[in-house]
Antibody, heavy 125, light 108 residues
Framework: QVQLVQSGAEVKEPGASVTVSCKAS????????INWVRQAPGQGLEWMGW????????KYAQNVQGRVTMTTDTSTSTAYMELRSLRSDDTAVYYC??????????????????WGQGTLVTVSS | DIVLTQSPGTLSLSPGERATLSCRASQSVRSSYLAWYQQKPGQAPRLLIY???NRATGIPDRFSGSASGTDFTLTINRLEPEDFAVYYC?????????FGHGTKVEIK
């Protein structure tokens, strides 16, 4: 069965960086893109970006562009999201989510059918 | 950027009633690339509808989606106790792939 298992909760100081991992299993990793979505406490969902696991091409939301890097390691079927220069308003649960469409040559994401369990990142001094 | 406006913010209904949730886009959504997700407290979102009107795998047929221009609707017929949750629409036709702010369906 398809599973996305994310790394554990993190507490970081303002200005630091955090890397969240998302290990996939149960399907061919490099055939489906991965989205990253975050949710601040008590707030709605915010799309952060997407990576093609086949080509490595990325799309980022403008409000994190320049601070975020999404990568994959196909040898371990793991996606990574690094966010730098953390601020208090980056405190959120971060989710990875798989595209529902199998398309190695996709250049944009699809709807997301499988989600990780979420990783709470707290930014506080 | 495409702004998705969901209404109402909160819908108070009883089990067995019909829920009608709206998602209005600020501009055309390419190829009706609109999805609906359900989220319960402490859980990850769950895909319900993609392509505006297609049910995702395993989603009961009491959930349906429709589109008319830039207006999208999620209908839940005969609410079950497990349907009380927050619902989000998302467009994935144009970057950035924005979400609406959500509609909470609560027990009346």
């Amino acid at each position: 069965q398809v599973q996305l298992v994310q790394s554990g909760a993190e507490v970081k100081e303002p200005g630091a960086s955090v890397t969240v991992s998302c290990k996939a299993s149960g399907y061919t990793f490099n055939s489906y893109g991965i989205n990253w979505v975050r949710q601040a406490p008590g707030q709605g969902l915010e799309w952060m970006g997407w990576i093609s696991t086949y080509t490595g091409n990325t799309k980022y939301a403008q409000n994190v562009q320049g601070r975020v890097t999404m990568t994959t390691d196909t040898s371990t079927s793991t996606a990574y999201m690094e966010l730098r220069s953390l601020r208090s308003d980056d405190t959120a649960v971060y989710y990875c989510a798989r595209d529902m469409v199998r398309n190695q040559l996709a250049v944009v994401p699809a709807a997301a059918d499988y989600w990780g369990q979420g990783t709470l990142v707290t930014v506080s001094s | 950027d495409i702004v998705l406006t969901q209404s109402p913010g909160t819908l108070s209904l009883s089990p067995g009633e019909r829920a009608t949730l709206s998602c209005r886009a600020s501009q055309s959504v390419r190829s009706s690339y609109l999805a609906w997700y359900q989220q319960k407290p402490g859980q990850a979102p769950r895909l319900l509808i993609y392509g505006a009107s297609n049910r995702a795998t395993g989603i009961p047929d009491r959930f349906s989606g429709s589109a008319s221009g830039t207006d999208f609707t999620l209908t839940i017929n005969r609410l079950e106790p497990e349907d009380f949750a927050v619902y989000y629409c998302q467009q994935y036709g144009s970057s950035p792939f924005t979400f609406g702010h959500g509609t909470k369906v609560e027990i009346k």
